[in-house]
């Protein structure tokens, strides 16, 4: 059996990216999505989660970019004084890699981010983390201690083999941008681990990840050659929908009018047709079992 879960990652982040990604699941193929704690538009995305059970949500875990949920005092070596995260990947990597971020830390805020979700009324289907951070091995662990502590057995394998990238953008000589192939290819050497540590701690995960490299650049024609030759078991695309109004334009993201092309990927004419077609089961993290 072929089944596809596809998650509109930043639920949460500004109106424009919630309203995006509840038109990408009305009138589109997208079914689950995942949302940031310390969004400045948490509260509205929860709105939006209520008023529509049928999408799946889980908890886009941050810890680059914005502000701590957990009191700064909590996680001082995670966060300045003021609560701010490191600002970006690089610079929470490098902190992680001179020991500087303690482990502590890192699953305070981490718990907090679900705690916050789950006070709002929902219950989270899965984990996954913003920028990818559980790539990263000390991140990882912190995750799946948390995630197996509160009870929440599905989560994110971020890990996408660069052979199978979906077939999107400008190429050159027929072949990705390095940048996109060197991302993948670094945080594949963690693979072994995760599954390794999911294993342990009974945690569940699709069998296959998509989107990696197609971040920002998500096409319908990417879209069907990805339902031409999914393979069997539980698959999962990330994506990223949305409009972007004013708020987006002023938010510290690369991704803005690309949300857009994505949204209308996403809700191409044809595309659930598509996907019964071909037999595939489009479900959200509930469920993966």
Known sequence: MKTLIVNGDDFGLTRGVNAGIVRAFSEGILTSTTLMANGDA??????????????????????????????????????????????????????????????????????????????????????????????????????VRVAG?????????????????????????GRLPVKQRALAAAARTAAPLFRRLAKSHGLLTPD????????GRLQREAILDLLERLPDGASELMCHPGICDADLERTPTRLKRQREAELAALTGAGLREAVAERGIRLVSYRELN
């Open 208 to 215: 296959h990840f998509y989107g990696l490299g197609a971040t």
């Open 42 to 143: 948490f509260d509205d995305a929860v709105a939006l989660a209520r008023a529509n059970p049928g999408l799946g949500v889980g908890c886009h875990l941050v810890l680059v970019g914005g502000h701590t949920v957990a009191p700064a005092g909590d996680v001082p070596s995670l966060a300045d004084k003021n609560g701010k995260l490191p600002g970006s990947l690089l610079a929470l990597v490098g902190k992680l890699g001179c020991g500087m971020i303690h482990n502590r830390d890192i699953e305070t805020e981490l718990r907090a981010q679900i705690e916050r979700v789950r006070r709002a009324g929902i219950e989270p289907t899965h984990v996954d983390t913003h920028k990818h951070t559980h790539s990263h091995p000390r991140v990882m662990e912190a995750l």
């Open 149 to 173: 502590e509160m009870g929440i057995r599905r989560v994110r394998k971020p890990f996408e083999d660069p052979r199978n990238f979906l077939a999107v953008g400008p190429r050159r000589n």
